[in-house]
């Protein structure tokens, strides 16, 4: 019974067959020891079934617990396992410690974020051992009320180094709601701190000359004006335009532009003081904040126009870039404040208004704010919307000087553009002129001259009219598309192209010669004239002069009117033996007589 019961039906099957025949057998008998029997051997029969049966029970229950036990064993050891991994293969730090403060266990992860030993981190003591109180008091939070929290620049016991990490700190709670242990998890914040100062970077630098851009001078100028209601400290603000920058651009390419304006960066920051800043506004506008000048108002300019003039000629030294000599200048406008000016943007406002005005006055130079120069810059901005307005509805007029031979014949003629405002009556072109190169205009300007003079030669036979000159724009001659201009408006009006004389300056010529022979080459393969305007009062280089396809040069007035001069005859001489030797026309600006 005890062998087969783990199988109760076994047992069974074994313990009736052994039993009832006897059982049988005594009650067959009929006699009252065999009836007693009989009874004897049912509740035997009954008896042991029964124990087998509960026996059978025992053993399965048994079997089943071990086999159950071993399962549990198997996936504790499993889970254990997978704990463990994912411990230690966690992505953040993570930290045991007891309710001691007392570090337990930590993972690979908190290892690489401190730079330390396990052996060195295991048993230290976080509400002692540490050198940062915020982080202490975080564990002792933890432990006494359930959550600690840290984040900050944190410096390693184990690597000396700093971190910046943010940790969270939670106690671990038993049956009873006691807080028996702690838990911590460290993030190393470094590369988020990292991108958090790119963005940082982006918002409040330029990119192209790493100086601060508008936005981060505006928070300066603001925390300037603040400190000179504090201290009565006074500043400047310093507007710098490059002049002749957009010439570099056009005819150099933006790289070299680009390149000059990284040197005009070091530059500014190398004359910096600490606590000033220079900013990159937009193209070659830059702005210097000085603060910590002098209360009294004679004193603060004396000084402030002392940083400027350092200014202006340390940015005026030649530079060397690619090979090349470029000889780029500022103009800058200065503005005192608080005086005059409501908050940041009004001083920025009154600093350009003073760079603009000493645009106007030659370029290359200081001009201090007054209010008076707010109307001369209304002034010229209406005029300049007068000027685009008077472009478009064609109320520009061209008026036309004859050149004339030594016999007095007519050879040709020079268009001369002309502008009568509605109200201010005429306008002179050297007033509208160099307005229309600063805003852009003289492209268009230029453009409506020669549709203009394209016009008139169409209307008039060589006869009448051999030849017509007009003045390009060194901006206007370097627009890409200007050949393909000149190239539109001569077949459009169908004229022969040797009737239009193309009167270039020698400024076109200084930085980039090559790429001018290049541009020149198409134009005389279209047809047109080329001569070069004012010569002898620019560089007058001789060496260009053999590279250049030209037709003519033309005298400077200034040479004509002074013939009685032997020097100036004696430059008028020079010229025209050189044009003679070089088979070009010449033609002199005046009405004095050349004789040969």
């Known amino acids: 019974m005890a062998t087969l019961s783990s199988v109760w039906g076994v047992a069974a099957l074994f313990l009736i067959p052994a039993i009832l025949p006897l059982l049988l057998q005594y009650l067959f008998m009929g006699t009252p020891v065999s009836l007693f029997l009989s009874i004897m051997m049912t509740l035997f029969l009954a008896l042991t079934l029964v124990v087998s049966r509960r026996l059978s029970l025992l053993i399965t229950d048994n079997v089943r617990l071990r086999v159950e036990g071993s399962e549990r064993e198997s996936i504790l050891r499993e889970s254990r396992s997978r704990y463990r991994s994912i411990f230690h293969s966690a992505p953040l730090g993570i930290l045991h410690f007891n309710g001691d403060g007392r570090v337990?266990?930590?993972?690979?992860?908190?290892?690489d974020i401190i730079g330390g030993r396990r052996g060195g981190v295991i048993g230290l003591d976080l509400c002692r051992d540490l050198a940062d109180d915020n982080v202490m008091n975080a564990v002792t939070?933890?432990?006494?009320?359930?959550?600690?929290?840290?984040?900050?620049?944190?410096?390693?016991?184990?690597?000396?180094?700093?971190?910046?990490?943010?940790?969270?700190?939670?106690?671990?709670?038993?049956?009873?709601?006691?807080?028996?242990?702690?838990?911590?998890?460290?993030?190393?914040?470094?590369?988020?701190?990292?991108?958090?100062?790119?963005?940082?970077?982006?918002?409040?630098?330029?990119?192209?000359?790493?100086?601060?851009?508008?936005?981060?001078?505006?928070d300066r100028l603001g925390t300037a004006y603040r400190a000179y209601?504090?201290?009565?400290?006074?500043?400047?603000?310093?507007?710098?335009?490059?002049?002749?920058?957009?010439?570099?651009?056009?005819?150099?390419?933006?790289?070299m532009g680009d390149r000059l304006l990284r040197e005009v960066a070091q530059r500014l920051t190398g004359l910096l003081r600490q606590g000033d800043v220079a900013a990159r506004l937009s193209g070659d506008e830059f702005v210097v904040l000085v603060t910590g000048l002098p209360a009294c108002v004679d004193r603060a300019n004396q000084a402030a126009m002392a940083l400027a003039r350092r200014f202006l000629n340390a940015l005026s030294t030649p530079y060397e870039l690619a090979g090349r000599t470029l000889r780029v200048t500022p103009?800058?406008?200065?503005?005192?404040?608080?005086?005059?000016?409501?908050?940041?943007?009004?001083?920025?406002?009154?600093?350009?208004?003073?760079?603009?005005?000493?645009?106007t006055q030659g370029r290359s130079r200081v001009c201090c704010y007054q209010p008076s120069m707010q109307l001369e810059v209304e002034r010229r901005l209406a005029l300049e919307s007068d000027l685009r307005r008077a472009i478009e509805q064609n109320r520009l007029s061209l008026h036309y000087q004859p050149q004339v031979d030594a016999e007095g014949g007519i050879v040709g003629v020079e268009a001369l553009l002309r502008w009568n405002h509605e109200t201010r009556g005429g306008v002179s072109p050297a007033e509208f002129i160099?307005?229309?190169?600063?805003?852009?205009?003289?492209?268009?300007?230029?453009?409506?001259?020669?549709?203009?003079?394209?016009?008139?030669?169409?209307?008039?036979?060589?006869?009448?009219?051999?030849?017509?000159?007009?003045?390009?724009?060194?901006?206007?001659?370097?627009?890409?598309?200007?050949?393909?201009?000149?190239?539109?408006?001569?077949?459009?009006a169908r004229i022969a192209p040797e009737r239009l004389m193309l009167e270039l300056t020698e400024g076109v010529l200084i930085d980039h010669l090559q790429d001018a022979v290049n541009k020149m080459q198409?134009?005389?393969?279209?047809?047109?004239?080329?001569?070069?305007d004012d010569f002898g009062v620019g560089y007058s280089s001789l060496s260009y002069l053999r590279r250049l396809p030209l037709d003519e040069l033309k005298i400077d007035r200034s040479f004509v009117q002074d013939l009685d001069d032997t020097n100036d005859a004696a430059i008028v001489q020079t010229i025209i033996a050189i044009s003679q030797h070089l088979a070009l026309d010449v033609v002199a600006e005046g009405w004095k007589r050349i004789s040969n």
């Open 331 to 359: 103009s800058i406008g200065m503005a005192l404040f608080p005086e005059g000016s409501k908050d940041a943007d009004d001083l920025l406002k009154h600093a350009d208004t003073a760079m603009y005005q000493a645009k």
């Open 434 to 492: 160099p307005l229309a190169e600063e805003s852009g205009l003289i492209i268009e300007l230029g453009e409506w001259v020669l549709r203009e003079a394209c016009q008139c030669l169409q209307r008039l036979d060589a006869d009448r009219l051999p030849r017509l000159s007009i003045n390009v724009s060194p901006r206007h001659f370097s627009e890409p598309d200007f050949v393909a201009c000149i190239e539109r408006a001569v077949s459009g």
């Open 141 to 218: 939070s933890a432990l006494r009320e359930g959550s600690g929290y840290y984040e900050g620049d944190y410096v390693s016991l184990h690597s000396g180094r700093m971190i910046p990490l943010r940790g969270f700190f939670n106690g671990i709670r038993d049956g009873n709601g006691e807080i028996t242990s702690g838990v911590a998890v460290i993030e190393d914040f470094t590369e988020r701190k990292r991108a958090e100062e790119t963005i940082h970077h982006q918002a409040y630098y330029d990119p192209l000359t790493n100086l601060p851009n508008r936005r981060f001078l505006l």
């Open 104 to 111: 337990l266990d930590c993972n690979d992860k908190f290892l």
């Open 229 to 255: 209601q504090q201290s009565g400290e006074r500043g400047v603000v310093l507007f710098l335009d490059l002049d002749r920058f957009k010439a570099v651009n056009d005819t150099l390419g933006h790289a």
């Open 522 to 532: 198409e134009l005389k393969r279209i047809g047109v004239g080329l001569a070069i």
